[in-house]
């Protein structure tokens, strides 16, 4: 009820995401789904899109912090959550308590977590390799020392072990790198552990470049909300956009040449222009540094974006568009990211006037945009 009282908000194409997710899962031999649903999945609302990986089959679900992890249980989802932060000793009560699996980068981290354990079945837990990111992970010396300690434990089981790419589009030294490293770890562990465990380390980048091999799980993010990662090739697989923007047309101004925008002034029109207000603004994740620079869609033709985005509202130049003698009116439809009869504009074009990527545009959209979901 709230999300309609405003009319600027962002919609959520829950089929697309389907479509995106089976998409990937057809590119897997033998390697399942890890959908990365943490920041709110990108902004996309993070429940409803574990809600749809959970019923297509997700393995698990990847979240950052330990209050994403909780967030998706106290909505019901059951599917096996891998929490990627470092926790304290709180974080680790509420691990356990919301049946979260961790992936450890220190060691001590174990020891909070027996602490907390009051079962003596053993706990899923699965550790991180630093083999290059310079992130989180051991080090990848520690490989035989860390596998040495699970052995020791009864309280806890190592599920699985994992490593991050830096650079997957790229089959460069970095890259050539890490997978030398982490076939090390792997074999390091595997001497120590015979047990059956869970590999991984393919995110977006690694999983659409074809980078092999696939290992047991994999764990896309940005792909499944059909935008692409930094490629060297085309996507091998069609992605939609999941998520547009759309706000509408709330006031027209007529104004005379010379006439100067928003704050600063640093519009200037250079003819009797029509300048529409748009009820959206950098509060609601619309970069500021667009002022001047980025377009948005009104009755299928690409209008700039005039003078500085301010908190809640930005303007447009329509003046092409009145001077078509078809409009623009007030409560027309505007695209800020999304397609509009034959034109489009994706998180990425907007990514690149603001010299970002498409994760800060989508994961900057405001909770105060309202997420409406269709299928
Ligand atoms: C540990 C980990 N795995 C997988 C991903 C997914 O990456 P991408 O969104 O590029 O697919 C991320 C995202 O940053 C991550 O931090």
């Keep these: 009820m709230l999300g309609r009282l405003r009319n600027s908000y962002a919609e959520i194409d829950l089929g697309a995401l389907e479509r995106n997710f089976l998409n990937l899962k057809g590119l897997l031999k033998n390697c399942s789904m890890v959908p990365m649903i943490k920041a709110d999945a990108y902004g996309h609302g993070d429940v409803q899109v574990a809600r ?3 019923r297509l089959g997700a393995r698990f679900l990847g979240v950052a912090l330990v209050e994403e992890g909780i967030r998706l249980r ?16 709180m974080g680790a009560e509420a691990i ?37 990111m310079q992130r989180l992970g051991f080090e990848p010396e520690e490989a035989s020392r860390v596998a040495t300690e699970f052995q020791k434990e009864a309280y806890l089981k190592l599920e699985g072990v994992c490593t991050h790419f830096a650079a997957a589009e790229d089959d460069g030294d970095m890259t ?15 001497k120590i552990n015979q047990n059956s465990m869970l590999f991984h380390y393919l995110n977006s980048a690694g999983l659409l470049s074809g980078l092999q091999p696939q290992l047991d799980l994999a764990r896309p993010g940005i792909s499944l909300y059909g935008a692409l990662p930094k490629l060297k090739k085309d996507s091998p697989v069609l992605l939609q956009p999941v998520m547009s923007v759309k706000s509408f047309i709330g006031f027209i101004h007529r104004v005379r040449k010379g006439a100067r925008v928003s ?9 009797d222009s029509v300048i529409a207000v748009v009820p ?33 509202y930005f303007m447009i130049d329509v003046t092409e568009l009145a001077d078509q003698n078809h409009g623009p009116l007030v409560g027309d439809e505007v695209v800020i990211i999304g397609q509009q ?5 994706l998180a990425d074009h907007l990514a690149k006037i603001a010299n970002t990527v498409s994760y800060e545009i989508l994961t900057g959209m405001q909770a105060r945009l309202p997420r409406i979901y269709i299928h």
Excluded: W
């Design 74 to 89: 106290l909505a019901g989802v059951q599917t096996p959550i891998l929490v990627f932060c470092q926790f304290d000793s």
């Design 52 to 54: 749809v990986c959970e």
């Design 263 to 271: 704050y600063g002034g640093t519009f200037q029109a250079s003819k």
């Design 341 to 345: 009869n034959d034109k489009i504009i």
């Design 96 to 132: 356990v308590k919301y049946r979260l699996t961790p992936v450890l980068s220190v060691l001590d981290q174990i020891k909070k977590l027996k602490s907390v354990l009051h079962e003596t079945a053993s706990y899923p837990v699965h550790v991180k390799f630093n083999t290059g």
């Design 176 to 190: 050539k790198d890490q997978l030398k490293i982490f076939n090390q770890v792997m074999s390091d562990i595997r």
């Design 280 to 312: 959206m603004g950098y509060a609601d994740g619309l970069p500021r540094v667009l002022s001047n620079k980025g377009t948005v869609l009104v009755r299928g033709t690409s209008c700039p974006i005039v003078g500085i985005v301010c908190m809640d």
